[in-house]
């Protein structure tokens, strides 16, 4: 996806821009963070990606199950589930959970300005397929491990990831209720 699509703070389309202009100038626009679960033995686990060393930023960090961007008339839930495909091959519904708008400069020179939407996923077994210029390597994460990760060795992950994974966190209760 080339063009990225702008927003205000409420989320209002103003426009939209190259992808890499909108880095460049640290342009807000739209992105998507997905989080997929499942229970192994009735513990809940969370499926994190290390993203390609050579991604334009936060390369071979650590990061939710997938995130993205949306197209200009693409809706967040469908611009979801079609870069789940892309990234890892699964097919599953998504739910939407809130959103969230952070800000973050790179050593490249590259800005991370993003009006973030947090979508979840419920796994179902089903084979996961890497595609290999977006994702290095996958990992299930029992809950508490990923809590202490993220305090002890904070370098290895997204910037985006904790401020995303504090509203996932308050709505746990909910993404139990989808093993239901």
């Known amino acids: ?3 990225l699509v702008l ?3 409420h989320d209002n389309i103003i426009g939209t821009e190259e992808k890499m202009v909108v880095h460049q100038l640290g342009m807000l626009h ?5 989080f997929i679960f499942r229970k192994q033995q009735g513990v809940l686990q969370v499926l994190l990606q290390k993203r390609q060393r050579n991604k334009y ?3 071979g960090l650590w990061t939710n199950s997938c995130c993205g961007h949306p197209g200009i008339n693409e809706e967040i839930i469908f611009a979801g589930n079609r870069r789940l495909q892309e990234e890892l091959g699964i097919d599953i519904p998504l739910h939407y959970l809130d959103n969230f708008i952070y800000k973050s400069e790179f050593t490249n020179n590259l800005t991370e300005h993003e009006l973030d939407h947090i979508l979840i996923g419920i796994y179902k077994e089903q084979r996961i397929k890497l595609d290999p210029n977006e994702v290095e390597d996958i990992k299930w994460s029992d809950l508490p491990e990923l809590e202490q990760e993220l305090l002890a060795v ?8 904790p401020l995303a994974w504090s509203i996932v966190k308050n709505n746990l209760s909910f993404i139990n209720t989808l093993f239901k």
């Open 7 to 9: 927003v205000d703070e």
């Open 154 to 161: 904070p370098e290895n992950f997204t910037v985006w990831l």
């Open 1 to 3: 996806m080339n063009k």
């Open 30 to 34: 739209r992105a998507f963070s997905i």
């Open 57 to 59: 930023h936060s390369g």
